[in-house]
């Protein structure tokens, strides 16, 4: 069965300060890997994604992702946040049954 | 915008009641997903379908059921409501020939039950 952790539950940074969300993922092929955010009365939106190749994946908002298969990990990363970064960001992990399962979340606080 | 809606935005109801929550997906996707976001249990897959057809059952509770019809659009039904089950419901739906795990989601339907 595919499983995802998000170790860190809240997260806070200083504005302009550097981002790192940790995931680890529990999958026994080749995983499909993605970040979604949801902003406060929002839903879910994808991020960014990883099926193969490059490891080091760029997605949207200015956010990356680096898949490190020995670790079983995907964390995000941010080198500078902003204030509208604020939100819930979820980690998924899916397969060849096309349906994702998702981590707890990390709340991310972003502090003037 | 990502193109899923869903309706209502907010119902609150009684134990022991029954809701239908609709979802229409993105234009042109046949696949929908349901989920409940709450926060014991955090974002939990409930059900899928594909071009009306049930393809895959999660975690859904014998009181829910759901259905998807020929204009592609779905329903969630959830009956003898349990304060329990108050939570976030959302819809999200797969492009035609995108990756797995590749979602787009509603807003969402938040329940209340009382």
């Known amino acids: 069965a595919q499983s995802v952790t998000q170790p860190d539950i809240h997260i806070t940074v200083s504005e302009g300060a550097s981002l790192e969300l940790r995931c680890n993922y529990s999958y026994g092929a080749t995983p499909y890997l993605f970040w979604y955010v949801q902003s406060p009365g929002q839903g879910l939106q994808l991020l960014l994604k990883?099926?193969?190749?490059?490891?080091l994946v760029q997605g949207i908002k200015g956010f990356e992702a680096e898949f490190k298969r020995s670790q079983s990990s995907f964390n995000l990363r941010k080198p500078s946040v902003h204030w509208s970064d604020a939100a819930e960001y979820f980690c998924?992990?899916?397969?060849?049954?096309?349906?994702?399962?998702f981590g707890r979340g990390t709340s991310l606080i972003v502090h003037p | 915008d990502s193109g899923v809606t869903q309706t209502p935005k907010h119902l609150i109801t009684a134990t022991g009641q029954r809701v239908t929550l609709r979802c229409s997906p993105r234009?042109?996707?046949?696949?929908v997903y349901w989920y409940q976001q709450s926060l014991d249990q955090g974002l939990q897959f409930l059900i899928q379908?594909?071009?009306?057809?049930?393809?895959a059952k999660g975690n859904i509770l014998e009181r829910f059921s759901a259905q998807q019809f020929p204009d592609l659009h779905s329903e969630l039904n959830l009956s003898s409501l349990e304060l329990g089950d108050s939570a976030l419901y959302f819809c999200?739906?797969?492009?035609?020939?995108?990756?797995?795990?590749?979602?787009?989601f509603g807003e969402g339907s938040r329940l209340t039950v009382l």
């Open positions: 379908y594909y071009n009306g057809e049930e393809r």
């Open positions: 990883y099926f193969s190749g490059d490891t």
């Open positions: 999200a739906s797969r492009p035609r020939g995108g990756s797995s795990g590749e979602l787009f």
């Open positions: 998924a992990v899916a397969g060849g049954s096309y349906i994702p399962t």
């Open positions: 234009s042109g996707d046949l696949s």
